[in-house]
Nanobody
Framework: VQLVESGGGLVQAGGSLRLSCAAS????????IGWFRQAPGKEREFVSA????????NYADSVKGRFTISRDNAKNTVFLQMNSLTPGDTAVYYC??????????????????WGQGTQVTVSS
């Protein structure tokens, strides 16, 4: 399975970006998907996740109310809509495929395939 993130870039504080995670080469519609991010000098951290059919989602407290995860299984793509961005959201954002359809969350060992990441930079 290959996961490719896109949609990152430079945005001013208060702005929005929509990240995409496109999958190819394997199963996708039967798996949960998570988004993680890693800021310079920091550990990779959980951002959001969605179950295989979009029936359940969860978010880190730091992004709750600002970010929205969704998926389009017909297009093998998961999205992360990011609003009200702050400089604290600056990081490389990664998507990852869960080994399971409905088990998703912050534990990184749940995920077996990872994308290469897309840079998000929020200026003040």
């Amino acid at each position: 399975v290959q996961l490719v993130e896109s949609g990152g870039g430079l945005v001013q504080a208060g702005g929005s970006l929509r990240l995409s995670c496109a999958a190819s080469g394997g199963t996708f519609n039967s798996n949960g998907i998570g988004w993680f991010r890693q800021a310079p000098g920091k550990e990779r951290e959980f951002v959001s996740a969605i179950t295989y059919n979009g029936g359940s989602t969860n978010y880190a407290d730091s992004v709750k109310g600002r970010f929205t995860i969704s998926r389009d299984n017909a297009k093998n793509t998961v999205f992360l809509q990011m609003n009200s961005l702050t400089p604290g959201d600056t990081a490389v954002y990664y998507c990852a495929r869960s080994r399971y359809p409905t088990i998703v969350g912050a534990r990184q060992t749940l995920y077996d395939y990872w994308g290469q990441g897309t840079q998000v930079t929020v200026s003040s």
